[in-house]
């Protein structure tokens, strides 16, 4: 198992390395491009939103240091917005975002910078990419790590029961729940509880915005962590509500997999105790399926499923700040976020094959080939 560890942990070096590279050719034939942007805010013409983006840089929304480690590169020609600019301002602001040098070298000091996990500057903010992440990451953290222990501790035992019971009023009805759950889309769901329990309408019992309260500071230990759970609850309930039914459905779907198989008929057959052939038997390998939907599911909850709850609930996180840099063409931010993403996914693979051998420990990944 050692050695098999050891081969995935360095397949993680080309497979970070096809992610950047992927990322910068798309960056090289996307339309648009940081100085076209600013081009079309300077003469009117620019429809994007980029009001997040306009402090920090200066005036016309250009960083004061940025650094360019990859993005579309043109001539004056093809940019738009630049009649009735100067060319030789239009050639200045190129060689400051670094599109003035060819692409092999930008795509060089790309994988350089980020071989040493120096993410270089926002285009359109005075800070740090790395910075930037780390203000972010605590609103991520809580919505995705929260999110995920809530979903496993209540889908799993949902499931194993709903397997259990097959067929039986219960599980007719507890389906029916959650496949409405599923049905209703998070940020609509979101809506609705803010509607109801957020003082849209009706009750004022949660928070409609942020992650704790203005005066969190002030409080207790205690009252801080009543504080930021209150604030939580209704974020929460949105992101998790589909979240419940793939995880729940899955863990059922499994387990009755292996209830019908000869080795549980026999174990019964032997007197073996419901409960022992349950957790004893059935559940090692009923759960290897849902331990292998654990690395796409974190990195779901934790970047890309948070996106409009986040924008919804006011809580910014790493969900909206790669999708805000997306559309503003902030290529530092947009890789780094792509880069971080590529990174945590690898590692969780490899994290949920070891899983696998404790779940089971017949399983040897040393006789396969990686």
């Keep these: 198992m050692a050695a098999y560890l050891v081969k995935r942990l360095l397949l993680i070096i080309p497979t970070l390395l096809g992610v950047l590279t992927l990322t910068f050719l798309l960056a090289q034939f996307a339309p648009g491009g940081p100085v076209e942007r600013i081009m079309a805010q300077l003469t009117g013409t620019d429809v994007a939103a980029t009001a997040r983006f306009g402090g920090g840089g200066g005036g016309d929304g250009i960083a004061s240091s940025p650094s360019a480690p990859g993005g ?5 020609s093809q940019y738009r917005g630049s009649q009735g600019l100067d060319q030789k301002f239009i050639d200045e602001l190129k060689k400051q975002f670094g599109f003035d040098r060819p692409w092999y070298e930008r795509y060089g000091k790309l994988i350089w910078d980020f071989a040493r996990f120096d993410f270089g500057r926002s285009y359109y903010r005075d800070v740090s990419v ?9 609103v991520s953290i809580s919505l995705g790590l929260w999110m995920m222990l809530a979903t496993y501790l209540i889908s799993i035992p949902l499931g194993i029961r709903k397997a259990v019971k097959d067929g039986s009023r219960f599980d007719v009805w507890s389906s029916g729940v959650l496949v409405m759950g599923y049905a209703i889309p998070g940020f609509l769901f979101a809506v609705l509880l803010i509607v109801l329990f957020a003082g849209g309408s009706f009750f004022q019992w949660f928070p409609r915005r942020g992650l704790t309260s203005d005066d969190w500071a002030n409080l207790s230990a205690f009252g801080k962590v009543t504080d930021y759970f209150w604030h939580l609850t209704l974020p929460l309930i949105a992101m998790a509500i589909g ?4 995880m729940t459905f899955l863990t059922k779907n499994s387990f009755l997999d292996e209830i019908r198989k000869q080795y549980v008929i026999t174990a019964r057959a032997k007197g073996v105790s419901e409960t022992r052939v349950l957790y004893g038997h059935i559940f090692r390998n009923a759960m290897l399926i849902v331990i292998a939907g654990f690395p796409s599911a974190f990195v779901s909850a934790f970047f890309t499923g948070s996106l409009l709850i986040e924008q919804i609930f006011s809580l910014d996180g790493l969900g ?9 063409r902030d290529y ?11 990174l945590m996914a690898t590692v969780l693979h490899v994290i949920s ?4 051998t404790l779940v089971d420990p017949r399983i040897d990944f040393e006789t396969r080939e990686v």
Excluded: R
């Excluded at 579309?72 to 004056?76: K, Y």
């Excluded at 790395?130 to 605590?138: F, G, R, T």
């Excluded at 094959?353 to 696998?356: E, K, L, R, T």
């Design 72 to 76: 579309a590169e043109g001539g004056g």
């Design 130 to 138: 790395i910075d930037l992440i780390k203000e972010k990451l605590p």
């Design 243 to 246: 979240a419940f039914t793939t």
């Design 320 to 328: 909206l700040l790669g999708f805000e840099s997306l559309v503003n």
């Design 332 to 342: 530092p931010v947009v890789f780094a976020t792509v880069y971080i993403y590529a």
């Design 353 to 356: 094959d070891f899983i696998y």
